[in-house]
């Protein structure tokens, strides 16, 4: 029997869908690709996050000094990890995402100068542990390639969107946790592959940066997926993820002056939305706005927006970091 990852398709992973693909619809993709700055900015910001969720504390300073070729005070390991990440990225466009030689010629790649056993799936059990407590036992060493190649054939035989395929496939990836080391960075990075061969859009998004954001929610989503044997949770959370990337990266498309223009609410259709969701939107793609660029971008008196702020932060959606003055809210999926 073909095998086939368990999850489920609620009306709200089948409105994200549509969001990102209606998100995707009005972004201009040439004009992201067209600027070698903004994707090398883009690139460091990938590689930054993917890097510092497995606790690597180079900066993206740093980490630009690395793809310049310049000397960077660092440990070794911290510097490995910077360069294999920097070739496993280069060569994503090569790669296919239900080749499972692929997969261990990337992980060769990205772990070449921290494993001996690189490149190869590993031959003891391994574990995730939070302290002492024991959060994931994963599959014996013997059954990890027959997973990985039931894994890699049913990406390659399905019909669903690759949206989900995505998302599947990386949650399933961390639960068979086929590597000794690098499984995280690994079920991102090819989750980016599957992603950029529906939409190459994707090779200059930082989508890892964004999980880095949320790291917290990123480990409880994926321990809550364990739990319910089921990668739907997992799914809506990546979803999401994927939504807020788009959003940041929104403002390439048109104008980057349109950011601080009452009419940028327009371009954002955020005239359709309740008083919260609008300026939920509005503060995922600039968190710095004030309460009276909100007001004026919304069409409400400055007193409704402090109140949906408000409840807002009380249900903890927003959150506000640092003063009125010099700070900015920081959103929550």
Same mark, same amino acid.
């Given at each position: 029997?073909?095998?086939?990852?368990?999850?489920?398709?609620?009306?709200?992973?089948?409105?994200?869908?549509?969001?990102?693909?209606?998100?995707?619809?009005?972004?201009?993709?040439?004009?992201?690709?067209?600027?070698?700055?903004?994707?090398?900015?883009?690139?460091?910001?990938?590689?930054?996050?993917?890097?510092?969720?497995?606790?690597?504390?180079?900066?993206?300073?740093?980490?630009?000094?690395?793809?310049?070729?310049?000397?960077?005070?660092?440990?070794?390991?911290?510097?490995?990890?910077?360069?294999?990440?920097?070739?496993?990225?280069?060569?994503?466009?090569?790669?296919?995402?239900?080749?499972? /030689?692929?997969?261990?010629?990337? %992980?060769?790649?990205?772990?070449?100068?921290? +494993?001996?056993? &690189?490149? @190869?799936?590993? $031959?003891?059990?391994?574990?995730?542990?939070?302290?002492?407590?024991?959060?994931?036992?994963?599959?014996?060493?013997?059954?990890?390639?027959?997973?990985?190649?039931?894994?890699?054939?049913?990406?390659?035989?399905?019909?669903?969107?690759?949206?989900?395929?995505?998302?599947?496939?990386?949650?399933?990836?961390?639960?068979?946790?086929?590597?000794?080391?690098?499984?995280?960075?690994?079920?991102?990075?090819?989750?980016?592959?599957?992603?950029?061969?529906?939409?190459?859009?994707?090779?200059?998004?930082?989508? /890892?940066?964004?999980?880095?954001? %949320?790291?917290?929610?990123?480990?409880?989503? +994926?321990?809550? &997926?364990? @739990?319910?044997? $089921?990668?739907?949770?997992?799914?809506?959370?990546?979803?999401?993820?994927?939504?807020?990337?788009?959003?940041?990266?929104?403002?390439?498309?048109?104008?980057?002056?349109?950011?601080?223009?009452?009419?940028?609410?327009?371009?954002?259709?955020?005239?359709?939305?309740?008083?919260?969701?609008?300026?939920?939107?509005?503060?995922?793609?600039?968190?710095?706005?004030?309460?009276?660029?909100?007001?004026?971008?919304?069409?409400?008196?400055?007193?409704?927006?402090?109140?949906?702020?408000?409840?807002?932060?009380?249900?903890?959606?927003?959150?506000?970091?640092?003063?009125?003055?010099?700070?900015?809210?920081?959103?929550?999926?």
């Amino acid at each position: 029997m073909r095998y086939q990852p368990p999850f489920t398709l609620t009306s709200e992973i089948l409105n994200l869908v549509a969001e990102i693909s209606l998100q995707i619809g009005r972004m201009d993709a040439s004009a992201l690709n067209a600027s070698p700055q903004l994707r090398k900015q883009n690139r460091i910001k990938t590689l930054a996050g993917t890097l510092a969720i497995e606790g690597n504390t180079l900066s993206e300073a740093q980490i630009t000094a690395v793809i310049e070729g310049k000397p960077v005070l660092g440990s070794v390991r911290e510097l490995a990890e910077v360069k294999g990440a920097i070739a496993a990225y280069e060569a994503l466009p090569s790669w296919q995402p239900d080749k499972v /030689e692929h997969l261990l010629t990337a %992980h060769g790649m990205m772990m070449s100068d921290i +494993l001996v056993n &690189a490149g @190869q799936f590993r $031959d003891k059990a391994v574990g995730i542990h939070k302290g002492k407590a024991v959060h994931h036992i994963a599959p014996p060493a013997h059954r990890v390639s027959g997973l990985i190649a039931d894994l890699a054939q049913w990406l390659k035989q399905s019909k669903d969107h690759p949206l989900l395929t995505s998302c599947v496939f990386h949650y399933e990836f961390e639960f068979i946790h086929p590597f000794s080391d690098g499984n995280g960075r690994m079920g991102r990075l090819w989750q980016t592959l599957i992603l950029s061969q529906w939409q190459p859009l994707f090779l200059s998004l930082p989508l /890892e940066s964004v999980i880095k954001d %949320h790291q917290q929610d990123y480990y409880q989503v +994926l321990e809550d &997926a364990d @739990q319910a044997a $089921d990668s739907t949770p997992f799914i809506r959370f990546m979803l999401s993820v994927i939504t807020q990337t788009l959003a940041q990266n929104a403002p390439v498309n048109a104008s980057v002056n349109a950011l601080v223009n009452p009419k940028f609410a327009a371009s954002l259709d955020v005239s359709g939305l309740k008083t919260p969701e609008a300026i939920v939107a509005l503060l995922t793609v600039k968190p710095e706005l004030t309460r009276q660029q909100l007001a004026n971008m919304i069409g409400k008196d400055i007193r409704t927006i402090g109140r949906a702020l408000a409840k807002l932060q009380q249900a903890g959606k927003i959150t506000r970091i640092g003063s009125d003055k010099t700070g900015h809210w920081e959103v929550h999926l």
